[in-house]
C-alpha cells in the first residue's frame, strides 16, 4: 500500500513540475481587435493563402467554410470574431502550402504495393 501511495505522489510531483516548466512557454496570441479594416485585411490574406494552397494542391478542406463563417460574422457586425476566422483560415492556407511541399515526390507506402 505504501508503495502505490509512494507511486501516486511521485507521479502527481512529477507532473506537477512538468506543468510549471512549461507555463509560459507559448507565445500570447494577438487580441483580436474588433474593427472592420483589420477584419478586411485579413480576410484579403486568407483568401490569398487559399488560393496559394490551391495553386499547389494543398488547400485543406475546411478552409473555405471558415472563410464563410467569417464572412457571416462580419455581414452580423461581429468583426472581432470574423478576424479571428480569417486568421484561422490563413494559417490554414500556410499550412496547406506547407503540408503539399513536404508531400511532393514521397509516393505511396511500400506496404500497398505487397
Known amino acids: 500500500m505504501k508503495k502505490i501511495l509512494l507511486a501516486a505522489a511521485f507521479t502527481t ?7 510549471c516548466a512549461q ?13 472592420k479594416g483589420s477584419y478586411e485585411n485579413a480576410l484579403a490574406a486568407a483568401k490569398a493563402e ?3 494552397a490551391a495553386a499547389v494542391g ?11 463563417s ?3 460574422a462580419a455581414a452580423k457586425g461581429d468583426y472581432a470574431t ?3 476566422l480569417a ?3 490563413a494559417f490554414q492556407g ?3 502550402q506547407e503540408q503539399a511541399a513536404s508531400q511532393v515526390g514521397v509516393g505511396n507506402p511500400a506496404y500497398l504495393y505487397h
Do not use: C, H, N
Not at 13 to 19: D, E, L, R, S, W
Not at 23 to 35: L, M, S, V
Not at 58 to 68: M, P, Q, Y
Open 50 to 52: 487559399q488560393k496559394k
Open 87 to 89: 486568421d484561422q483560415a
Open 58 to 68: 494543398g488547400e485543406w478542406r475546411d478552409t473555405g467554410k471558415v472563410l464563410k
Open 13 to 19: 510531483f512529477a507532473f506537477g513540475i512538468v506543468g
Open 94 to 96: 500556410r499550412m496547406g
Open 23 to 35: 507555463q509560459g512557454t507559448k507565445e500570447a496570441a494577438a487580441p483580436a481587435t474588433g474593427d
Open 70 to 72: 467569417a464572412e457571416e
Open 82 to 84: 470574423a478576424k479571428k
